[in-house]
């Protein structure tokens, strides 16, 4: 029986103490890492894996990475994506708002009659100040229709009380409403008869100079005359209250003749005062002029109120716009933080430890000026991230959005899932505030110059 020779267990566990060739990295390079190990034995096949010297070439793993960056990104986008549908809506409103308040004040003012109304009191104003003869005082270009109306309407009273005396011929006492209001129409018309002698002869004295004769014997015969009047009707009304008073001791009361002249000059001195008051306060020069100055005033109010809503809808819409700008760049500084990380443990830290240290790394990218020329001294940048920045600026991000500019030049990188940012980035660059506040500047500028020319 012939034995077959089984091999030494010594050879065999030699065998297997034996050290296998180690593996080369995932991207195929030979570290200093792989040297550390030791040499495969020289009879061992080794299957050499050199990877690209070229370092925007991405491997495996580190495409790996920069894809899970951007779905991170996209991630954080999304946690973002209420904050900014609620500041877009919010955005949205606001410039609804000063459209409105711009175009209402734009309507305002190219009606124009807010600066005819400042126009024509400037000029008013300047012919006033320019004539010779002095305007009458303001209280009595004020308080004349008020005294006018109050004597007016006692002089209305007592006409009707005279003619319900004189007229009445019923058996009972009470005239009736007919006859009341026959009684009122010789009290209106002697007010109408004391309105137009005063209207007739204020135009008369207002049609002879200032320096004439006939002027300057009314200015002087006039007031004296009227204080005369008064004077002698206070004096009567006192003597006649003073006897009336000692009545008892003298053993006389007042005769009623008194007491009809002292009614019937009180009545023709009332009249008198009215007429005088009419053609002594008016001014139809004075008169225009404050008419002019309230219709100023009260239009001043209205382009204080229109000016303070698009003012305040102006204001509404920049803050708006930059609330929304601000949710926009932490959403975009939350993507960039995911790509950055990926970048570093993805491809700067395995490479780091991995390949040699003298070995370049990809290039960082700059920002690029999407310019034929340079702009202050920045060269436009070149290259395949360049493009597809810009590709992305056209597509999506239409404000120029920095922080999604990838980090290395020439690095073919995943297209990132922006979530809600294009829109937002539209919203952005359509609600621009800076149209409007143009159209606001230039509302005002014309409003000036309508006032300076219409003055």
Excluded at 143 to 158: E, H, K, Q, S
Excluded at 282 to 308: K, N
Excluded at 340 to 362: K, T
Aim: some cysteine; aromatic content about 6%.
């Amino acid at each position: 029986m012939v034995l077959t020779e089984e091999p030494p267990r010594a050879a065999a566990g030699r065998g297997r103490s034996r050290r296998e060739p180690p593996s080369y990295c995932a991207d195929g390079c030979r570290c200093a890492l792989w040297e550390s190990l030791g040499e495969a034995e020289p009879d061992a096949p080794a299957v050499r894996k050199e990877h690209h010297p070229d370092p925007a070439v991405l491997g495996y793993a580190e495409t790996c990475a920069l894809l899970g960056g951007t779905q991170t990104g996209l991630r954080r986008l999304l946690d973002a994506a209420e904050t900014m549908r609620a500041r877009r809506q919010a955005l949205i409103r606001a410039h609804h708002d000063a459209d409105a308040a711009v175009n209402a004040y734009e309507r305002f003012v190219v009606e124009g009659r807010h600066a005819q109304q400042v126009g024509r009191a400037c000029r008013d104003e300047r012919a006033l100040a320019a004539r010779e003869r002095p305007a009458p005082p303001t209280w009595l270009r004020i308080f004349r229709w008020p005294a006018i109306l109050l004597i007016g309407t006692f002089d209305v009273w007592f006409f009707q009380q005279y003619f319900l005396d004189v007229g009445y011929t019923g058996a009972d006492e009470d005239p009736g409403l007919v006859q009341n209001l026959i009684a009122l129409v010789p009290g209106i018309a002697v007010v109408f008869m004391v309105l137009l002698s005063a209207t007739l002869v204020g135009g008369l004295v207002r049609r002879r100079s200032a320096g004439s004769r006939v002027a300057r014997l009314l200015g002087v015969v006039v007031p004296v005359v009227y204080l005369v009047l008064v004077l002698g009707l206070v004096g009567y009304f006192a003597f006649l209250r003073a006897y009336d008073s000692f009545a008892d001791e003298i053993d006389r009361q007042v005769a009623v003749d008194d007491k009809v002249i002292l009614i019937g000059a009180l009545i023709g001195l009332l009249t008198l005062t009215s007429i005088l008051m009419k053609v002594k306060g008016d001014d139809p020069e004075a008169d225009a002029v404050f008419v002019a100055r309230l219709r100023r005033r009260r239009s001043e109010r209205r382009c204080a109120r229109v000016q303070a809503s698009a003012k305040a809808s102006l204001a509404r819409h920049v803050e708006a716009y930059s609330d929304l700008r601000a949710a926009r760049d932490e959403g975009l500084s939350r993507f960039r933080e995911a790509m950055l990380e990926a970048y570093r443990r993805g491809i700067l830290e395995p490479r780091a430890q991995q390949r040699p240290g003298a070995e370049v790394p990809p290039a960082l990218t700059l920002p690029p000026v999407l310019h034929a020329t340079a702009v202050n001294g920045a060269v436009p940048a070149k290259g395949a991230a360049a493009r597809e920045y810009a590709r992305l600026l056209d597509d999506s991000l239409v404000d120029g959005a920095g922080p999604l500019l990838p980090e290395f030049e020439d690095i073919r990188q995943p297209r990132p899932s922006l979530g809600p940012l294009p829109e937002i980035c539209r919203v952005l660059a359509r609600l621009d505030p800076a149209p409007l506040q143009e159209r606001w500047q230039r509302v005002e500028r014309r409003l000036t110059e309508d006032i300076a020319r219409l003055s």
